[in-house]
Protein backbone atom coordinates (compact mmCIF):
# COMPACT_ATOMS: atom_id res chain seq x y z
CA UNK A 1 0.00 0.00 0.00
CA UNK A 2 1.07 3.27 -1.26
CA UNK A 3 0.48 6.35 1.82
CA UNK A 4 0.51 9.80 0.65
CA UNK A 5 2.13 12.16 3.55
CA UNK A 6 0.50 14.98 1.83
CA UNK A 7 -3.03 13.80 1.93
CA UNK A 8 -3.43 10.79 4.23
CA UNK A 9 -4.63 9.15 0.65
CA UNK A 10 -3.78 5.60 0.56
CA UNK A 11 -3.58 3.41 -2.62
CA UNK A 12 -3.23 -0.21 -3.46
CA UNK A 13 -3.26 -2.83 -5.79
CA UNK A 14 -6.03 -5.21 -6.03
CA UNK A 15 -6.52 -8.26 -8.61
CA UNK A 16 -7.74 -8.20 -11.96
CA UNK A 17 -5.58 -5.08 -13.34
CA UNK A 18 -7.52 -2.86 -10.52
CA UNK A 19 -6.45 -0.42 -8.08
CA UNK A 20 -8.24 0.96 -4.85
CA UNK A 21 -8.10 4.51 -3.26
CA UNK A 22 -8.88 5.36 0.05
CA UNK A 23 -9.07 8.51 1.98
CA UNK A 24 -11.06 8.94 4.92
CA UNK A 25 -14.50 7.84 4.29
CA UNK A 26 -13.85 7.68 -0.08
CA UNK A 27 -13.30 4.32 -1.11
CA UNK A 28 -12.63 3.64 -5.19
CA UNK A 29 -12.25 0.66 -6.98
CA UNK A 30 -10.82 1.94 -10.12
CA UNK A 31 -9.92 -0.24 -13.84
CA UNK A 32 -8.97 0.83 -16.99
CA UNK A 33 -8.53 -1.70 -20.36
CA UNK A 34 -6.10 -0.44 -22.92
CA UNK A 35 -2.55 -0.50 -23.64
CA UNK A 36 -0.30 -1.38 -20.35
CA UNK A 37 1.24 2.51 -20.53
CA UNK A 38 -1.58 3.92 -21.23
CA UNK A 39 -3.83 2.48 -18.36
CA UNK A 40 -0.54 3.18 -16.48
CA UNK A 41 -0.51 6.85 -16.75
CA UNK A 42 -4.69 7.03 -16.39
CA UNK A 43 -4.02 5.25 -12.63
CA UNK A 44 -0.92 8.03 -11.88
CA UNK A 45 -3.60 10.86 -13.36
CA UNK A 46 -6.32 9.61 -11.01
CA UNK A 47 -4.42 9.26 -8.15
CA UNK A 48 -2.95 13.10 -8.21
CA UNK A 49 -6.85 14.29 -8.31
CA UNK A 50 -8.11 11.90 -5.84
CA UNK A 51 -5.61 13.13 -3.37
CA UNK A 52 -7.24 16.42 -3.44
CA UNK A 53 -11.15 15.45 -3.38
CA UNK A 54 -11.91 15.51 0.34
CA UNK A 55 -9.51 18.39 1.68
CA UNK A 56 -11.74 20.52 -1.29
CA UNK A 57 -15.35 18.69 -0.05
CA UNK A 58 -14.19 19.36 3.43
CA UNK A 59 -14.38 22.98 2.86
CA UNK A 60 -17.33 23.47 1.69
CA UNK A 61 -19.03 20.84 3.70
CA UNK A 62 -21.49 23.46 5.25
CA UNK A 63 -23.01 24.44 2.41
CA UNK A 64 -23.15 20.98 0.69
CA UNK A 65 -25.57 20.03 3.59
CA UNK A 66 -27.79 22.81 2.77
CA UNK A 67 -31.61 21.70 0.65
CA UNK A 68 -31.48 23.00 -2.94
CA UNK A 69 -34.13 24.57 -3.53
CA UNK A 70 -36.19 26.52 -6.53
CA UNK A 71 -39.03 28.05 -8.36
CA UNK A 72 -40.60 25.68 -10.67
CA UNK A 73 -39.20 26.39 -13.99
CA UNK A 74 -38.37 24.49 -17.33
CA UNK A 75 -35.13 22.43 -16.66
CA UNK A 76 -32.09 23.81 -18.63
CA UNK A 77 -31.78 19.95 -20.72
CA UNK A 78 -33.67 18.43 -23.69
CA UNK A 79 -36.14 15.61 -22.18
CA UNK A 80 -36.42 12.12 -24.51
CA UNK A 81 -36.83 12.09 -28.00
CA UNK A 82 -35.22 15.82 -27.80
CA UNK A 83 -38.60 17.75 -26.62
CA UNK A 84 -37.83 20.24 -23.96
CA UNK A 85 -37.51 19.11 -20.65
CA UNK A 86 -40.76 19.80 -18.24
CA UNK A 87 -40.41 21.19 -15.21
CA UNK A 88 -40.10 18.51 -12.47
CA UNK A 89 -42.86 20.46 -10.42
CA UNK A 90 -45.10 19.33 -13.48
CA UNK A 91 -44.14 15.62 -12.82
CA UNK A 92 -44.27 15.11 -9.45
CA UNK A 93 -45.65 18.60 -8.00
CA UNK A 94 -44.47 20.81 -5.69
CA UNK A 95 -46.03 19.71 -2.93
CA UNK A 96 -44.33 15.93 -3.58
CA UNK A 97 -47.27 14.93 -5.07
CA UNK A 98 -47.82 13.17 -8.89
CA UNK A 99 -49.05 15.02 -11.44
CA UNK A 100 -50.32 14.15 -15.03
CA UNK A 101 -47.27 14.55 -17.53
CA UNK A 102 -47.50 12.09 -20.58
CA UNK A 103 -48.13 8.61 -19.66
CA UNK A 104 -47.36 9.26 -16.00
CA UNK A 105 -50.06 8.31 -13.35
CA UNK A 106 -51.45 11.26 -11.36
CA UNK A 107 -52.95 12.21 -7.92
CA UNK A 108 -50.22 9.15 -5.68
CA UNK A 109 -49.05 11.20 -2.83
CA UNK A 110 -45.25 10.54 -1.71
CA UNK A 111 -44.98 10.72 2.07
CA UNK A 112 -42.48 12.03 4.05
CA UNK A 113 -41.06 14.44 1.36
CA UNK A 114 -41.29 18.43 2.63
CA UNK A 115 -42.49 20.65 0.04
CA UNK A 116 -40.21 23.48 -1.72
CA UNK A 117 -41.82 25.99 0.62
CA UNK A 118 -40.79 23.87 3.78
CA UNK A 119 -37.66 23.72 2.83
CA UNK A 120 -36.93 27.29 1.93
CA UNK A 121 -37.23 27.86 6.08
CA UNK A 122 -34.36 26.00 6.50
CA UNK A 123 -31.33 26.70 3.90
CA UNK A 124 -30.70 29.00 1.22
CA UNK A 125 -32.76 29.24 -2.26
CA UNK A 126 -30.02 27.79 -4.95
CA UNK A 127 -32.17 28.56 -7.83
CA UNK A 128 -32.00 27.11 -11.60
CA UNK A 129 -34.03 28.74 -14.34
CA UNK A 130 -34.90 27.92 -17.51
CA UNK A 131 -32.06 27.38 -19.81
CA UNK A 132 -29.73 29.82 -17.62
CA UNK A 133 -28.11 28.67 -14.25
CA UNK A 134 -27.81 31.01 -11.45
CA UNK A 135 -24.68 31.39 -9.89
CA UNK A 136 -23.69 27.78 -8.41
CA UNK A 137 -22.88 28.74 -5.10
CA UNK A 138 -20.29 26.01 -4.65
CA UNK A 139 -16.80 26.53 -5.71
CA UNK A 140 -14.82 23.09 -6.15
CA UNK A 141 -15.08 20.91 -9.34
CA UNK A 142 -16.57 18.20 -7.04
CA UNK A 143 -18.90 20.70 -5.25
CA UNK A 144 -20.34 21.51 -8.53
CA UNK A 145 -21.18 18.64 -9.75
CA UNK A 146 -23.02 17.31 -6.58
CA UNK A 147 -25.05 20.78 -6.83
CA UNK A 148 -25.57 20.46 -10.92
CA UNK A 149 -27.16 16.91 -10.47
CA UNK A 150 -29.16 17.86 -7.61
CA UNK A 151 -30.75 21.20 -8.70
CA UNK A 152 -33.57 19.38 -11.25
CA UNK A 153 -35.01 17.78 -7.88
CA UNK A 154 -35.16 21.07 -6.28
CA UNK A 155 -39.15 21.14 -6.13
CA UNK A 156 -38.47 18.62 -3.62
CA UNK A 157 -36.10 18.21 -0.24
CA UNK A 158 -32.85 17.37 -1.46
CA UNK A 159 -28.83 18.36 -0.52
CA UNK A 160 -25.98 17.98 -2.80
CA UNK A 161 -24.50 15.38 -0.33
CA UNK A 162 -27.48 12.90 -2.74
CA UNK A 163 -24.77 12.61 -5.11
CA UNK A 164 -21.89 13.36 -3.04
CA UNK A 165 -20.52 9.32 -4.01
CA UNK A 166 -21.45 9.51 -7.63
CA UNK A 167 -19.25 13.26 -8.33
CA UNK A 168 -16.30 11.86 -6.80
CA UNK A 169 -16.39 8.97 -9.04
CA UNK A 170 -17.58 11.40 -11.99
CA UNK A 171 -14.01 13.68 -11.06
CA UNK A 172 -11.87 10.89 -11.00
CA UNK A 173 -12.83 9.29 -13.96
CA UNK A 174 -12.40 12.46 -15.99
CA UNK A 175 -8.76 13.01 -14.42
CA UNK A 176 -8.12 9.06 -15.22
CA UNK A 177 -9.11 8.93 -18.99
CA UNK A 178 -7.84 12.62 -19.88
CA UNK A 179 -5.13 12.67 -22.73
CA UNK A 180 -5.55 8.92 -22.56
CA UNK A 181 -6.33 6.39 -25.40
CA UNK A 182 -8.97 3.96 -23.51
CA UNK A 183 -11.20 1.17 -24.24
CA UNK A 184 -13.27 1.91 -21.12
CA UNK A 185 -12.28 2.46 -17.65
CA UNK A 186 -14.89 2.42 -14.44
CA UNK A 187 -14.39 4.18 -10.99
CA UNK A 188 -16.56 2.49 -8.74
CA UNK A 189 -17.31 4.63 -5.28
CA UNK A 190 -19.17 2.46 -3.05
CA UNK A 191 -21.68 0.91 -5.81
CA UNK A 192 -21.70 4.38 -7.41
CA UNK A 193 -19.57 3.89 -10.98
CA UNK A 194 -18.68 6.02 -13.02
CA UNK A 195 -18.28 5.06 -16.59
CA UNK A 196 -16.03 5.48 -20.01
CA UNK A 197 -16.76 4.08 -23.31
CA UNK A 198 -15.00 3.92 -26.11
CA UNK A 199 -17.35 3.28 -29.73
CA UNK A 200 -18.59 -0.26 -30.02
CA UNK A 201 -18.13 -1.08 -25.86
CA UNK A 202 -19.88 -2.38 -23.42
CA UNK A 203 -20.42 -2.46 -19.83
CA UNK A 204 -22.22 -4.85 -17.65
CA UNK A 205 -22.83 -4.75 -13.94
CA UNK A 206 -24.66 -7.01 -11.20
CA UNK A 207 -27.35 -5.76 -8.81
CA UNK A 208 -27.60 -6.90 -5.74
CA UNK A 209 -30.96 -6.23 -4.50
CA UNK A 210 -30.87 -6.99 -0.99
CA UNK A 211 -27.34 -6.54 0.86
CA UNK A 212 -28.17 -9.29 3.40
CA UNK A 213 -28.54 -11.86 0.83
CA UNK A 214 -25.22 -11.48 -1.42
CA UNK A 215 -26.76 -12.92 -4.63
CA UNK A 216 -27.69 -11.68 -8.10
CA UNK A 217 -31.02 -10.26 -9.03
CA UNK A 218 -30.36 -8.30 -12.05
CA UNK A 219 -27.46 -7.50 -14.32
CA UNK A 220 -27.43 -3.97 -16.47
CA UNK A 221 -25.76 -4.11 -19.70
CA UNK A 222 -25.01 -0.72 -21.38
CA UNK A 223 -23.35 0.39 -24.64
CA UNK A 224 -21.25 3.27 -25.47
CA UNK A 225 -23.84 4.63 -27.79
CA UNK A 226 -26.95 4.63 -25.06
CA UNK A 227 -24.99 7.58 -23.61
CA UNK A 228 -25.43 6.20 -20.09
CA UNK A 229 -22.27 6.91 -18.27
CA UNK A 230 -22.85 6.90 -14.39
CA UNK A 231 -24.53 4.03 -12.52
CA UNK A 232 -25.95 4.25 -8.70
CA UNK A 233 -27.82 2.89 -6.32
CA UNK A 234 -29.83 3.82 -3.12
CA UNK A 235 -31.86 2.42 -0.38
CA UNK A 236 -32.57 1.91 3.33
CA UNK A 237 -30.27 -0.36 3.63
CA UNK A 238 -27.33 1.54 1.96
CA UNK A 239 -24.75 3.41 3.70
CA UNK A 240 -26.85 6.49 3.63
CA UNK A 241 -29.75 7.59 5.07
CA UNK A 242 -33.10 7.01 3.36
CA UNK A 243 -37.08 8.76 3.49
CA UNK A 244 -38.23 5.09 1.49
CA UNK A 245 -38.19 1.84 2.05
CA UNK A 246 -36.46 0.53 -1.10
CA UNK A 247 -34.28 -2.23 -0.51
CA UNK A 248 -32.44 -1.47 -4.32
CA UNK A 249 -32.88 1.47 -6.53
CA UNK A 250 -30.30 1.26 -9.49
CA UNK A 251 -30.25 3.91 -11.41
CA UNK A 252 -28.64 4.48 -15.28
CA UNK A 253 -27.68 7.95 -16.39
CA UNK A 254 -25.85 10.27 -17.77
CA UNK A 255 -23.28 10.48 -15.35
CA UNK A 256 -23.06 8.84 -11.62
CA UNK A 257 -23.88 12.13 -10.35
CA UNK A 258 -27.12 12.55 -11.64
CA UNK A 259 -27.38 8.79 -11.38
CA UNK A 260 -26.73 9.23 -7.54
CA UNK A 261 -29.08 12.26 -7.04
CA UNK A 262 -32.43 9.99 -9.03
CA UNK A 263 -32.00 7.31 -7.23
CA UNK A 264 -31.67 9.08 -3.93
CA UNK A 265 -35.14 10.40 -4.81
CA UNK A 266 -36.21 7.57 -6.30
CA UNK A 267 -35.32 5.67 -3.09
CA UNK A 268 -37.34 7.86 -0.94
CA UNK A 269 -40.35 7.73 -3.30
CA UNK A 270 -40.85 3.97 -2.44
CA UNK A 271 -42.38 3.87 0.61
CA UNK A 272 -46.51 3.44 2.24
CA UNK A 273 -47.46 3.64 5.72
CA UNK A 274 -47.40 0.73 7.39
CA UNK A 275 -46.51 -0.57 11.34
CA UNK A 276 -43.55 -2.80 10.32
CA UNK A 277 -42.24 0.21 8.79
CA UNK A 278 -40.10 2.29 11.44
CA UNK A 279 -38.62 5.93 11.12
CA UNK A 280 -36.65 7.60 13.24
CA UNK A 281 -35.16 11.49 12.91
CA UNK A 282 -32.08 11.81 11.42
CA UNK A 283 -30.19 13.70 13.55
CA UNK A 284 -31.13 10.83 16.35
CA UNK A 285 -28.48 9.21 14.16
CA UNK A 286 -26.05 11.02 13.08
CA UNK A 287 -25.50 15.10 14.33
CA UNK A 288 -24.27 15.68 11.45
CA UNK A 289 -26.79 14.60 9.01
CA UNK A 290 -27.82 16.98 6.09
CA UNK A 291 -31.28 15.17 6.84
CA UNK A 292 -31.76 17.08 10.19
CA UNK A 293 -34.89 16.43 11.29
CA UNK A 294 -36.61 14.03 8.50
CA UNK A 295 -37.44 10.73 9.21
CA UNK A 296 -35.20 7.88 7.85
CA UNK A 297 -35.86 4.46 7.57
CA UNK A 298 -33.86 2.16 10.55
CA UNK A 299 -36.52 -0.73 10.19
CA UNK A 300 -38.40 -2.26 7.39
CA UNK A 301 -40.43 -6.06 9.21
CA UNK A 302 -42.40 -8.02 6.00
CA UNK A 303 -44.90 -6.38 4.13
CA UNK A 304 -48.50 -7.45 3.23
CA UNK A 305 -49.25 -7.46 -0.77
CA UNK A 306 -51.27 -4.31 -0.72
CA UNK A 307 -48.01 -2.39 0.84
CA UNK A 308 -45.54 -3.94 -1.31
CA UNK A 309 -47.44 -2.80 -4.18
CA UNK A 310 -48.07 0.71 -3.03
CA UNK A 311 -44.68 1.22 -2.60
CA UNK A 312 -43.51 0.05 -5.69
CA UNK A 313 -45.99 1.90 -7.39
CA UNK A 314 -45.33 5.28 -5.89
CA UNK A 315 -41.10 4.55 -7.03
CA UNK A 316 -41.85 3.27 -10.20
CA UNK A 317 -43.82 6.71 -11.08
CA UNK A 318 -41.20 9.09 -9.24
CA UNK A 319 -38.68 6.86 -12.12
CA UNK A 320 -41.26 7.55 -15.00
CA UNK A 321 -41.48 11.12 -14.56
CA UNK A 322 -37.51 11.82 -13.92
CA UNK A 323 -37.38 9.63 -17.06
CA UNK A 324 -39.91 11.66 -19.04
CA UNK A 325 -38.06 14.54 -18.29
CA UNK A 326 -34.34 13.09 -19.32
CA UNK A 327 -32.64 12.67 -16.16
CA UNK A 328 -32.29 9.06 -16.07
CA UNK A 329 -32.34 6.00 -18.76
CA UNK A 330 -33.22 3.54 -16.89
CA UNK A 331 -33.68 2.57 -13.15
CA UNK A 332 -34.25 -1.20 -11.34
CA UNK A 333 -36.06 -1.25 -7.80
CA UNK A 334 -36.30 -3.79 -5.38
CA UNK A 335 -38.36 -4.26 -2.42
CA UNK A 336 -38.56 -7.74 -0.27
CA UNK A 337 -38.18 -9.98 -3.55
CA UNK A 338 -40.58 -7.90 -5.51
CA UNK A 339 -39.04 -5.80 -8.50
CA UNK A 340 -39.41 -3.31 -10.94
CA UNK A 341 -37.66 -2.14 -14.29
CA UNK A 342 -38.13 1.33 -15.94
CA UNK A 343 -36.15 1.47 -19.36
CA UNK A 344 -34.12 -0.14 -21.45
CA UNK A 345 -35.64 -4.04 -22.15
CA UNK A 346 -36.41 -6.66 -19.48
CA UNK A 347 -37.41 -10.34 -19.58
CA UNK A 348 -36.68 -13.43 -17.40
CA UNK A 349 -33.45 -14.14 -19.75
CA UNK A 350 -30.37 -12.10 -20.48
CA UNK A 351 -30.69 -10.00 -23.46
CA UNK A 352 -27.88 -9.26 -25.29
CA UNK A 353 -28.93 -7.66 -28.60
CA UNK A 354 -29.94 -4.58 -26.98
CA UNK A 355 -28.06 -1.00 -26.15
CA UNK A 356 -29.36 -1.14 -22.52
CA UNK A 357 -31.17 -3.90 -20.81
CA UNK A 358 -32.06 -5.21 -17.57
CA UNK A 359 -31.39 -9.12 -16.88
CA UNK A 360 -34.25 -10.09 -14.39
CA UNK A 361 -32.58 -13.44 -12.32
CA UNK A 362 -35.03 -15.93 -11.03
Known amino acids: MTLSARSGAARAPLSGQRWHFQHGPIDLVLRAWGDAEECAAAYAQAWVRFETVLPELVSELPLLRQPVAAPSCSLPRSGRDGAQAMPLGHCLGSEGRSRAAGAVPAETPFPHLPSAREVRANGPLLAHFAGEEKACPPSGPVARRMWRACAPFADQFITPMAAVAGAVADEVLAAMIAGRTLAKAYVNNGGDI ?104 VSVGP ?18 AYRAAGLLEGAYIELQGRRVAVGGTHAPAAIRDERMAWSLHA
Open 303 to 320: LDAAALAAALANGERAAR
Open 194 to 297: AIHLAPGERFETGIVGDIGKPKLSATASVAAEDGVRGIATSGWRGRSFSLGIADAVTVLARDAAAADAAATMIANAVTTDHPAIERRPARDLDPDSDLREHPVT
